[in-house]
């Protein structure tokens, strides 16, 4: 009797789990809902434009039906390296700090102070790199060096804006290195930096490259830090100082203005997303690989 109760699901969890599963397939249908709403205003577009054009050609102006992405491309990648240069290093030393050095009181008070930095609209960080980071910028380098929207204010506070992504998530995989291991050297007569070093940080070795590519992602698919302060025009330079629109910017500033739906214009616009769509998920897809591929089971 024990036996067939324990079997028998009570109406109450199975609505949890239906809820559940409901809750998993509207995830579903809406990533599936924007993979075909993307694909298929993508698929108006190259019927006008070769996708050999759309990658390699290096101007951007559709007024003239020129539609090279590369201007917009280069942007991107520019403003996400710089952020990458900043929230890299800060983010792993801050997450070996919290997790190897710091006393569990001061841990509980940092680490949440962190993630709040991360629930600020991205919005008041766009304003801070025009109105703060590009007058310092001007300031040290010259006004005639710099302009006033420029891609290297943007890719700073896109750094400070995923560093605390970046800090939760390498702290989190420095942390579940169990600690025998760091007994163990320290029993041979390691040193603290040299068990943080050698031992811990290979150890986490997959999250912590997990969370370097899910920060890169993030900074590639962030839009109003550089809708704000990075340029309202493409311009195909890898000058950091010069003003140059991402293709998340371009979106921004073209979407806002009169655009007539079912133009090439509009279009170009569900391309653009497409190749981010692409770009993101093929960064996922590398994360995933590599947590699986470096991943140790204790």
């Known amino acids: 009797m024990g036996t067939a109760l324990a079997g028998k699901k009570r109406p109450g969890e199975m609505m949890v789990q239906l809820f559940l599963l409901f809750a998993a397939g509207v995830s579903v249908l809406t990533t599936l809902g924007i993979v075909v709403t993307l694909g298929k205003e993508s698929f ?23 539609f090279g992405i590369l201007p917009l491309f280069t942007a991107t990648v520019v403003t996400s390296l710089i952020a990458m240069m900043i929230a890299l290093p800060a983010g792993l030393a801050s997450a070996v700090w919290l997790s190897e050095y710091a006393p569990e009181k001061a841990r509980s008070v940092i680490k949440p102070i962190l993630e709040i930095l991360a629930g600020i609209p991205s919005v008041v960080y766009g304003f801070f790199a025009l109105q703060s980071v590009t007058p310092a910028l001007r300031n040290v380098f010259g006004g005639e060096r710099v302009d006033v929207y420029n891609t290297m ?7 400070v804006l995923i560093l605390p992504l970046i800090s939760s998530m390498c702290e989190d995989a420095l942390s579940s290195v169990p600690h025998s291991m760091r007994e163990g ?17 290979p150890a986490a070795f997959s999250g912590l490259a997990a969370a370097f590519i899910v920060g890169f992602s993030r900074a590639i698919g962030e839009t109003m830090i550089v809708a704000l302060a990075a340029g309202a025009g493409p311009n195909l330079t890898l000058n950091p100082f010069r ?3 991402t293709m998340t910017g371009h979106i921004v500033r073209i979407s806002g203005g009169d655009l007539s739906y079912d133009s090439i214009d509009y279009n170009s616009l569900f391309a653009i997303g497409l190749l981010l769509f692409l770009i993101t998920l093929g960064l996922n897809m590398l994360s995933s690989r590599l947590v699986r591929k470096y991943r140790e089971v204790y």
């Open 243 to 245: 003003a140059a629109e």
């Open 185 to 201: 050297a320290y029993a041979l007569g390691a040193t603290k930096i040299e068990v943080s070093l050698n031992i811990v940080m």
């Open 44 to 66: 108006l577009f190259f019927r006008e434009v070769s996708p050999i054009e759309f990658l390699t050609a290096r101007k951007w102006q559709p007024q003239i039906e020129e």
């Open 153 to 159: 204010s943007a890719g700073i506070v896109m750094g």
